[in-house]
């Protein structure tokens, strides 16, 4: 198969699974192969990704440190893609999920592209609708992506919900605190 196809089937097998079909599992490629090849979803999401942090831009004062920025904002969202995948690899043992690790950093890494349709979709609603707040449409979708995200856990690891929940918010913190700690590094107030 041919990496145009497997992206496009793992994509397709993504939309499946949000429709909470679990037979999309059946469109990824669970190899060491497709594992790796599944990084290839941070390179679709990094078009999206800077436009939003540029955007972020358009209000900033006009002495704010613009390339600092965007350059640690780059390296942290380089750092998330793999923070999470190696803090799994750590927990996976203890869950006793470890043969399930592949598999599920497989899904959780393509779902990402569909993750970010959403919330650009919410922000396009968000836009033209103003009158339901700045960030209602933005937490809809952020609390969806989230339930996203624990059935995700809970279909390829094959755990109850409470640990599923704790998997998907702690990627969801660790995220946030790579974030808060690259913001400070871009205004140079980390100590």
């Known amino acids: 198969m041919n990496m145009s196809s497997e992206t496009l089937r793992a994509l397709y097998g993504t939309w499946r699974i949000a429709r909470g079909d679990a037979n999309g599992l059946t469109f990824f490629d669970f190899s060491l192969n497709g594992f790796w090849r599944s990084f290839l979803a941070a390179i679709i999401v990094f078009p999206a990704f800077a436009f939003l942090r540029w955007h972020d831009l358009l209000e900033a004062p006009e002495d704010f440190p613009v390339g600092r920025y965007m350059t640690v904002e780059v390296v942290a969202y380089v750092i998330k893609w793999l923070a999470f995948p190696?803090?799994?690899?750590?927990?996976?043992?203890?869950?006793?999920?470890?043969?399930?690790?592949?598999?599920?950093?497989?899904?959780?890494?393509?779902?990402?592209?569909?993750?970010?349709?959403?919330?650009?979709?919410?922000?396009?609603?968000?836009?033209?609708?103003?009158?339901?707040?700045?960030?209602?449409?933005?937490?809809?979708?952020?609390?969806?992506?989230?339930?996203?995200?624990?059935?995700?856990?809970?279909?390829?690891?094959?755990?109850?919900?409470?640990?599923?929940?704790?998997?998907?918010?702690?990627?969801?913190?660790?995220?946030?605190?790579?974030?808060?700690?690259?913001?400070?590094?871009?205004?140079?107030?980390?100590?």
Do not use: C, H, K
């Not at 869950?95 to 349709?117: D, K």
């Open 86 to 191: 190696v803090l799994m690899y750590q927990v996976m043992p203890i869950l006793g999920r470890t043969e399930r690790y592949i598999g599920f950093i497989t899904v959780y890494n393509w779902s990402s592209v569909l993750q970010m349709a959403v919330y650009l979709v919410a922000l396009l609603l968000g836009v033209l609708f103003p009158m339901l707040g700045p960030g209602g449409f933005v937490m809809v979708a952020v609390i969806a992506m989230l339930v996203y995200g624990v059935y995700i856990a809970r279909l390829t690891l094959s755990v109850p919900i409470p640990t599923a929940s704790a998997i998907v918010m702690a990627d969801f913190l660790l995220s946030m605190v790579i974030t808060s700690i690259g913001i400070r590094l871009a205004l140079g107030q980390l100590f």
